[in-house]
Structure formats: structure tokens, C-alpha cells
């Protein structure tokens, strides 16, 4: 029987020494059928160049003559996949030779599961494995408690936990995005976004508890003012979700996490001495707070702040 194709989506900006690191990881899959787009938000020459040198037929190159950010990046390339699952490869991460062949024949077992997932290392600029950092990451997730196999319903771990690690470590059916809305203000958080497509109506995930890939966390992963708009991003998922009747039972959850997330945009001006912001912001993260240990560690982290800037 014929192996199902995959579309590898390789989304890249102006960072050509780590994707050619990572292009080769996909292309070294021992899982063959597949597709690989490398999706440049910077149309850039150089990177355009290296995909040519390659001169393999299973790459395709498209870049974007205006920047579009990684979330319309990544969702133009999807609508531009041949295959019947995509996965999402970041050109600073890396994979394991095996990650598709595990997680594809998972999918086509059971056309009642719309994702399959694993877990995944991390790595720092140089390709060392942080492995404390790993272990930390596993557990903040929550998948160091998922069983391995299927889950039906999945929704408090798209809702609330953010267990599926979407542009990271799965593999999802293409189907998900028929008809879905891609709004550019999921930006940064176009993953929660995704992993909503794929379970938020209640349809099955699969976790196979190894790791399959490697995320790399470096000096160029963000600046502030990206780690600002990507709360924004956050929040606007969240709220979305919010309306959605199928997520009513994590509703509380839904919103103390909006309210965490308002609450580190608070910390972060208050930091940095605007304090007008900072106040507007502290309004909004007690508002959508409902968990105690969360009040007091935002009142507490905001006392610290203002007592070192003001020591008098």
C-alpha cells in the first residue's frame, strides 16, 4: 500500500546557517513520501539560492514579497499543501530520523484522530541538549502525566494546558484547516491556534511519549517587543475560545490564564517604569484572574518590582 504523502512545512526568515540545519533533518526522514515547502517571509536570495543548490524535487520554494509574520507564513504554505498531513518544521529545530515514520502510520490506524504528537527536546544555540530545560518544559505541559496512546476528548489540553506541542513535535491532518479562520491576530500563537482546529470540537489526539525533535531556544528567539505582541496573541486566542460552547467547561481556566498572561505584560511595564500602562494592565490581569496562587504571585512579583525601582 502506498505511504500517504506529508507536507513538511519549513517556515524561514533571514536565518539561513540553522535552516541548513534543519532542511537536512527533514530531507534524512525515513519515512519517504513527502513534500517539504520552505516558506520565506524575507524572499530572500540567499536563502532562495541554498534551496535551489539542493536540487531536490521534493522542494519547493515560495517567499513572500511582503512580510506576512509566522503566523500567514506558515497558514499560506499550508494552503499550498499537496499532502493529506502536514507537519511543521521551524528553520532553527531540528528532528529525529523516525519522527514521521512514528506518527504518520498513528493517523492512518484511525481516521478519528486528527493529531498525533510526541515530546521533544531542547537545545540552545549550538545544538546542546538543555536537559533540565527539557525536563521542566515536559512537566509545565503537563505530558509528563499523559498516558501514551489516544485521548478523546482532548479539550482541556488545548483549552488550558497547551499540552500538544503542534509546530514543535505533531503531525495533523491537512482536513483541520477546511474552512478554518486564520486571523493574523493569532501571530505568535498560531500553534494554540492550530491545536484548537485540531481537538477543540472534541476529535481524538494521539501522544507517543518520546522525543522526536528538538527546539532550540536562543538569543534570536525573540526580542521584548516580540514577546509583547505574542501576549497580545495570546490573549486574543484565549478569548477566542472563550466563546466556543464546546470549551464552557474550561471556561475558568480559559481566563486565568488570559489573566496570567495580562498580568506578565503588567510586570514587564511596571519594569520599566510606565506605570500608567503597568496599572491599566494589573486592572485586567485581576479581572480575568480566579486562581489564588496566581493573585498573590502577581501582587507579590509586582511589590518586588516597585521596591527596587523605588528604594527610597
Not at 97 to 103: A, Q, V
Not at 155 to 167: E, G, N
Not at 273 to 302: C, E, H
Amino acid at each position: 500500500m502506498k505511504e500517504p504523502t506529508v507536507t513538511i512545512v519549513v517556515p524561514t526568515y533571514k536565518r539561513l546557517h540553522y535552516l541548513q540545519e534543519a532542511l537536512p533533518s527533514a530531507l534524512r526522514q525515513t519515512y519517504r513520501d513527502f513534500e517539504v515547502i520552505v516558506s520565506d517571509d524575507g524572499a530572500s536570495k540567499e536563502i532562495a539560492d541554498y534551496v535551489a543548490s539542493l536540487s531536490d524535487p521534493r522542494i519547493r520554494y515560495r517567499g513572500n514579497v511582503c512580510n506576512m509574520g509566522i503566523a500567514m507564513n506558515n497558514f499560506s504554505a499550508f494552503a499550498e499543501a499537496r499532502g493529506k498531513y502536514i507537519a511543521s518544521l521551524h528553520d532553527d529545530d531540528l528532528w529525529e530520523p523516525d519522527f514521521l515514520e512514528t506518527l504518520v502510520p498513528l493517523l492512518e490506524a484511525d481516521e478519528t484522530v486528527t493529531v498525533a504528537f510526541c515530546d521533544h527536546h531542547i537545545i540552545d544555540d549550538n545544538g546542546r541538549f538543555l536537559i533540565d530545560h527539557t525536563e521542566e518544559n515536559t512537566r509545565f505541559y503537563g505530558r509528563h502525566l499523559l498516558t501514551p496512546g489516544r485521548h478523546q476528548p482532548f479539550l482541556k489540553a488545548v483549552a488550558v494546558d497547551l499540552t500538544i506541542p503542534m509546530v514543535m513535535a505533531a503531525v495533523f491532518r491537512k482536513s483541520i484547516l477546511a474552512g478554518a479562520d486564520f486571523s493574523p491576530r493569532v501571530g505568535g500563537c498560531y500553534d494554540h491556534w492550530l491545536a484548537y482546529l485540531a481537538v477543540g470540537k472534541g476529535q481524538a489526539g494521539y501522544y507517543v511519549p518520546r522525543r522526536l525533535t528538538r527546539y532550540r531556544v536562543h538569543s534570536g528567539s525573540g526580542t521584548a517587543s516580540q514577546a509583547i505582541r505574542n501576549y497580545r496573541n495570546a490573549i486574543y486566542v484565549r478569548k477566542r475560545l472563550l466563546q466556543d460552547d464546546n470549551l464552557s467547561a474550561y471556561r475558568s481556566g480559559i481566563r486565568n490564564g488570559i489573566g496570567v498572561i495580562y498580568g506578565k505584560m503588567a510586570l514587564y511595564f511596571l519594569s520599566r517604569n510606565s506605570t500608567y500602562r503597568a496599572r491599566v494592565l494589573f486592572k485586567q490581569a485581576f479581572r480575568f484572574l480566579n486562581r489564588p496562587k496566581n493573585m498573590v504571585a502577581l501582587a507579590v512579583n509586582g511589590v518586588k518590582i516597585w521596591i527596587r525601582k523605588n528604594p527610597n
